[in-house]
């Protein structure tokens, strides 16, 4: 498996030159300094590791670039030799030194424990001491209708359907972007979402204002899906082992991306040259124009329709386990965040300020 140019810069010969980093011998892991033949190099194993578990390509590269950095930040020496200390050192780094977020420090301990857990298969007596930082509750940014309309407005085409499906079905970023033209159903109106987060399966609405552009975009992949087939591509990534059980489905129309890239690219893990859906930082960028262009002040991102979204639901009096349901949390918690509009909390105070 081939590995990138600067893995070797990390994964290399340690600065005393005492290890290799194989996948079982070497001087950190007691096999006297010598390689192991054709084992793959540690930041390559992590990545097998990953796909033998199914985990996106993002938490793979994630994963990867956590591990990278680690190592560079203790002397490019072997994880082996390192434990509890510098782990918490590391940590405590990102949050003093670079400031970053409770959640990307949390992702960072995650990635350092796949790595020493599922990669180089060592228990961790002090995992327990280890304290993840908490994450701050924060109220979700939420745009008015009147907001929502006049960015919506600055969208068209495909990036405008995109968006519109984030407030207009509650789907997150990527679950947009990875729609699929099966999973859309125009009889029933409503629209599967497969593999969401958790790997869980739901039903949204179908909002009836975009039956006609989707059906529209529908075509327009149908043609593209035609030509590419009769250059010899017309193929997509499918999920799993699917393209070994059912080897024609990924030239099927069904399983074709609903919002494809522009051109063909090249599988970061097969290396087959195919099409892929639409870069998630295409519709990011095209949000983020609008929003100035439509001079709204708030921090709105993609993910602001979605929690514009559930906040006008509840507003209209749908119950919350329905919204819950529609966003696919699993924990109510996560859901009751919006109840802030319903005229419960400061919303729904009236100051002493404003009585008679």
């Not at 262009?293 to 749908?318: M, Q, V, W, Y």
Request: a positive charge; aromatic letters at 6%.
């Amino acid at each position: 498996m081939p590995y990138r140019a600067k893995d070797k810069a990390v994964i290399g010969a340690a600065k005393d030159g005492s290890a290799s980093w194989g996948g079982g011998g070497g001087a950190a892991a007691g096999g006297g300094g010598a390689d192991v033949p054709h084992s793959p190099r540690l930041l390559d194993q992590i990545r097998i590791r990953c796909r033998m578990k199914h985990y996106s390509i993002r938490t793979e590269r994630a994963y990867v670039g956590w591990a990278r950095r680690f190592i560079l930040a203790n002397g490019r020496r072997h994880p082996r030799d390192l434990g509890l200390a510098e782990v918490e050192a590391f940590l405590s780094s990102l949050a003093v030194r670079d400031n970053v977020a409770a959640s990307t420090q949390n992702q960072a301990l995650s990635a350092l424990l796949f790595l020493y857990k599922e990669v180089l298969g060592l228990e961790l007596p002090w995992v327990g001491s280890v304290t993840r930082a908490k994450r701050p509750q924060r109220l979700p940014v939420v745009l008015t209708h009147a907001e929502v309309r006049a960015l919506l407005a600055l969208m068209d085409g495909q990036l405008n359907l995109m968006a519109s499906l984030l407030y207009g079905a509650g789907m997150r970023l990527m679950e947009a972007v990875r729609l699929r033209t099966k999973d859309v159903d125009f009889g029933r109106r409503e629209i599967v979402v497969r593999n969401g987060k958790g790997g869980k399966d739901r039903r949204v609405p179908l909002p009836r204002k975009l039956e006609a552009g989707l059906e529209a975009q529908v075509e327009r992949v149908r043609v593209l899906h035609a030509r590419d087939l009769m250059e010899g591509f017309g193929e997509v990534w499918l999920p799993h082992a699917l393209s070994r059980k059912y080897p024609s489905a990924a030239r099927e129309f069904g399983w074709q991306w609903m919002f494809p890239a522009r051109q063909l690219s090249v599988d970061p893990r097969s290396g087959t040259k195919r099409r892929h859906h639409v870069d998630e930082a295409v519709l990011q960028r095209a949000v983020k124009a609008a929003r100035v262009a439509a001079g709204i002040d708030k921090p709105a991102t993609c993910h602001t329709l979605r929690h514009s979204f559930a906040t006008h639901l509840l507003e209209s009096g749908h119950d919350i386990r329905t919204v819950q349901e529609l966003l696919g949390h699993k924990d109510l918690a996560t859901t009751q965040i919006y109840t802030h509009v319903l005229g419960r909390g400061a919303g729904g105070v009236l100051s002493p300020l404003d009585r008679d």
